[in-house]
């Protein structure tokens, strides 16, 4: 009989599954706004990045709640080397006591740290704490934290044609043989699934030279909400905003 009282476990418990097939497997998300929110209330944009990073931590335990495996998320362009020298020096400092201060709650969740981009055009510091936490975090598998720093996307593809071309030379590959599997193989982490949700902060329709090849597929969300506004009410949002899209893959289905 039906209750409005005691509802239909049968059901809660399909509702319940049919949410879990639809929460994102690896999310993306391009961290902006930073600046913007430290300058609307007259603070340096050193202040900004400071927030973000408190951004990063919640919305990074709140991929552990949801079971969201792959959080891929950009914290340094290769074109943001082109800022002043101050705010350059100020976000990889911001980024070494991150590490720093984050190493024991990675290994609280079990989280495996990751990078993507040119490890060495960072400062030597900053570098070894990279390698320190992510060779301390190495045999985690349950939840993946992957920064892009330094990071370019065209310079991804660029060294994996390099890659691709040097074994041609050799006489190990064949050009006719070469399948869009090759050149992913030679993409900075070959294993990590593409992102199924890619987020941009701050309201930029854009995309900034980030995961090109990765994102073919991705399903978009763009918040007008600042990188350290964005917490776990609005991801949250964006999850939910994800799992009613239907991703059709060039099927009519
Ligand atoms: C994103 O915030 C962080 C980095 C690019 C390092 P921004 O610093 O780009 O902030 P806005 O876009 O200037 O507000
Ligand atoms: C993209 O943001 C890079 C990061 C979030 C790290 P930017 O602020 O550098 O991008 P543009 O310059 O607005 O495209
Ligand atoms: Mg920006």
């Not at 340096?44 to 792959?70: F, M, T, V």
């Not at 989280?111 to 390698?131: C, H, K, S, Y």
């Amino acid at each position: 009989m039906e209750s409005d009282v005691f509802p239909d476990l049968g059901k809660v418990a399909e509702n319940m599954s049919d949410e879990k097939q639809n929460m994102p497997h690896h999310v993306a998300i391009i961290m902006d706004g930073n600046g913007r929110w430290a300058k609307a209330r007259g603070w340096p944009r050193l202040k900004g990045h400071q927030e973000g990073a408190n951004s990063l931590r919640a919305i990074l335990r709140a991929c552990r709640d949801h079971g969201i495996k792959y959080l891929t998320v950009y914290a340094f362009s290769s074109e943001n080397w082109v800022r002043p020298k101050s705010e350059v020096s100020g976000l990889m400092n911001l980024l070494k006591t991150f590490l720093r201060k984050q190493e024991h709650e990675l290994h609280e969740n079990k989280v495996r740290l990751r990078m993507i981009g040119r490890m060495a055009d960072l400062p030597a510091a900053v570098q070894q704490e990279l390698e320190r936490v992510m060779a301390a975090t190495a045999h985690y598998t349950e939840h993946h934290l992957i920064l892009a720093l330094s990071y370019g996307s065209r310079t991804e593809i660029t060294e994996a044609c390099r890659a691709i071309a040097r074994e041609v030379k050799a006489g190990q590959l064949d050009p006719e043989k070469i399948t869009e599997q090759t050149v992913a193989q030679q993409l900075y982490l070959p294993d990590v699934p593409d992102p199924d949700l890619l987020i941009r902060t701050s309201g930029e329709m854009r995309i900034s030279n980030f995961l090109l090849w990765q994102i073919s597929y991705s399903e978009l969300y763009v918040t007008p909400v600042f990188w350290p506004d964005f917490r776990e009410q609005e991801f949250a949002a964006a999850l939910a905003d994800y799992a009613k899209r239907h991703r059709r893959f060039g099927d009519i289905k």
